[in-house]
């Protein structure tokens, strides 16, 4: 499978303590992207990582990437209950037969306790 | 104001009746992408559209199909749903292939 692997699948923190989470994937990407999904709902996008970028930020979110190690982690400061939600990271390949295909992780729920 | 909008929201049907879920998109984007999940599971990419360029999952199933008659609309229809076909079905649109993607609501689908 060309999906990645997301690691923790289910984080559970206090709020104002800091949420990181890991993305590993198979094959070459052109970027990676992070979703949010709260509960029953459509994905949101958070922030999108070019291969031939290392760090990303927007507002509390930091979004690394590495590419010789085929990984990302997302990590959120700051947490706030309001950030409860499932968070899945997404690759869209190089090329060959997966290009134009945007290719979800399995996720991991974070919830933020009050 | 809603961008990618799927109707219904929630769909029951009958085990082995046809039934088409619908996607509408106001942002003109080449690109649309149909997903089905279930419960706890990551989106899983059913086809995608590049313009009027159909692409199907290697092990989508026979039972699923789709249309899009033009920019702004695409269909989802499953032909005979089987009780494991319900799931969340997720429409979404980009700008461009691997651009930032924007989902619908989602159509809940129940087979009884």
């Known amino acids: 499978s060309q999906q990645g692997e997301e690691d923790p699948q289910a984080l559970s923190i206090q709020e104002g303590e800091n949420a990181t989470m890991n993305c590993s994937y198979k094959t070459s990407i052109n970027n990676l992207q992070w979703y949010r999904q709260n509960s029953g709902r459509g994905l949101v996008h958070l922030i999108l990582?070019?291969?031939?970028?290392r760090e990303k930020h927007s507002g509390r979110l930091r979004v690394t990437l590495d590419t010789s190690k085929k990984s990302s982690s997302l990590l959120i400061t700051a947490s706030r209950a309001a950030d409860t939600a499932s968070y899945f990271c997404?690759?869209?390949?190089?090329?060959?037969?997966?290009?134009?295909?945007?290719?979800f992780g399995q996720g991991t729920i974070l919830t933020v306790h009050p | 104001d809603a961008m990618v909008i799927q109707n219904p929201r929630y769909q029951v049907t009958q085990f082995g009746k046809p039934v088409t879920l619908s996607c509408s998109q106001t942002?003109?984007?080449?690109?649309m992408y149909w997903y089905q999940q279930k419960s706890s599971q990551a989106p899983k990419l059913l086809f995608h559209y590049y313009d009027k360029d159909f692409n199907n999952e290697a092990d989508t199933p026979d039972n699923f199909q789709s249309r899009r008659p033009n920019t702004s609309f695409c269909f989802l229809d499953i032909r005979s749903p089987g009780l494991g076909d319900a799931a969340m079905y997720l429409c979404a649109t980009s700008r461009a292939q691997g651009a930032e993607a924007f989902f619908g609501q989602g159509t809940r689908l129940t087979v009884v």
């Open positions: 997404a690759t869209h390949y190089a090329g060959g037969t997966s290009y134009g295909k945007l290719t």
């Open positions: 990582i070019r291969s031939n970028e």
């Open positions: 942002l003109n984007h080449n690109v």
